[in-house]
Nanobody, 125 residues
Framework: QLVESGGGSVQPGGSLRLSCTAS????????IGWFRQAPGKEREGISC????????HYADSVKGRFTISKDYAKNTVYLQMDSLNVDDTGVYYC????????????????????WGQGTQVTVSS
């Protein structure tokens, strides 16, 4: 089971760091992705990281503002979100997919074998 944390309310221009960890087992052999579902919109892949952490994918809307990373010792994947704007509001989910899943497929097709429950991020003034 995946568990997200770090969501909350922030003003435009602010930052948040989301965390995704596994309650059991290791994330070492999985590609990990962050997905966002904004109000009234379909879930979209925001950022994905390959199992080796050697490849990343970012949605155009977050490039240059969000950074995905992995801490093997803590069995945690992070999403650092900077320069947040109101369009970043939504429920953020992390997912884990088979290690052979490419970051392009994972983010582009919404692939995931395991999903977290989501954490709310609200950006407003």
């Amino acid at each position: 089971q995946l568990v997200e944390s770090g969501g909350g309310s922030v003003q435009p221009g602010g930052s948040l760091r989301l965390s995704c960890t596994a309650s059991r087992g290791t994330l070492d052999y999985y590609a990990i992705g962050w997905f966002r579902q904004a109000p009234g919109k379909e879930r979209e892949g925001i950022s994905c990281l390959s199992s080796t952490a050697g490849a990343t994918h970012y949605a155009d809307s977050v490039k240059g503002r969000f950074t995905i990373s992995k801490d093997y010792a803590k069995n945690t994947v992070y999403l650092q979100m900077d320069s947040l704007n109101v369009d970043d509001t939504g429920v953020y989910y992390c997912a884990a997919a088979h290690f052979r899943t490419t970051v392009q497929d994972m983010c582009g097709r919404g692939l995931g074998d395991y999903w977290g429950q989501g954490t709310q991020v609200t950006v407003s003034s």
